[in-house]
């Protein structure tokens, strides 16, 4: 099921959302790449980052989103942006960098994925990745609790997504074979967020979208409610009103 992006609602927490996509471009370990592709590239904001770091390379941004292309393109930029399929997506020469910010997890059959997108490296180049790994966490398992508590059970069961990314251990086996150096790391990142159900408001910007798109008016209004609910009782407001939302990812960066 193709499920349509909506780029206000991803971006309610652009800020938030952006960080750990600098904080992947930071580490990157090349001096002057000649080429760059962004995968999954979404609006283009760290797109826009990686051409500034980089500015005499040539970079393209690749989504399978229309709405977030045409904010992309909305700027004017010397960066290429193309429609496209990761998983059909095969560059037309080896790219120095290979960059992807909160995507692949999106992406099933990881062990042949990751391969692919090193093979499309030139020699010495790097593929750079951030996933979410917060699948454990009280804001998505009460996705699967809230979709399998009521009567829309049977629509929602077949899109939920519970351990989409492995554990560091699968990439590093996968990878390091095929890596002249490879790095993994998780991080656990402490969001402080203001608004009503603002985990809520997260969520529905990302995992929660393809759930909601499965049902129908009714269903999805009294399954948002019971979810609503589950999620109020992990993260209360703190006494300055704000609600804090702890959120690990795992980065990986490897040299072919």
Not at 47 to 72: E, F, N, Y
Not at 176 to 186: D, F
Not at 195 to 217: M, N, Y
């Amino acid at each position: 099921m193709s499920v349509s992006w909506d780029p206000g609602q991803y971006g309610l927490y652009g800020d938030e959302r952006e960080r750990p996509g600098l904080d992947l471009i930071a580490r990157v370990p090349l001096a002057a790449p000649a080429s760059v592709v962004d995968l999954g590239c979404g609006a283009g904001g760290l797109t826009r980052r990686l051409a500034a770091r980089w500015p005499d390379a040539a970079v393209t941004g690749i989504d399978s989103s229309p709405a977030m292309l045409a904010k992309a393109r909305a700027g004017a930029s010397p960066i290429v942006w193309r429609r496209g399929d990761i998983v059909e997506w095969r560059p037309e020469s080896a790219v120095d960098l290979i960059y992807s910010n909160a995507v692949l997890h999106w992406l099933d059959d990881h062990r042949r994925l990751f391969p692919r997108l090193m093979e499309a490296l030139a020699p010495g180049g790097v593929l750079a990745v951030q996933m979410p790994r917060n699948h454990g966490a009280p804001s998505h398992v009460a996705m699967t609790e809230a979709a399998r508590a009521g009567p829309w059970r049977d629509r929602l069961e077949p899109v939920l997504r519970t351990s989409p990314v492995a554990e560091p251990a699968v990439y590093y086996d996968s990878l390091a074979p095929r890596a002249a150096r490879l790095e993994i790391w998780e991080t656990a990142y402490l969001h402080v967020l203001d608004g009503d159900d603002p985990v809520v408001e997260w969520t529905r910007g990302s995992a929660l979208r393809p759930l909601l798109a499965a049902l129908d008016d009714d269903h999805r209004d009294a399954f948002l409610a019971d979810y609503r609910a589950r999620v109020a009782r992990h993260y209360p407001r703190r006494a300055d009103g704000r609600t804090l939302f702890p959120f690990k990812r795992l980065f990986l960066i490897a040299i072919r």
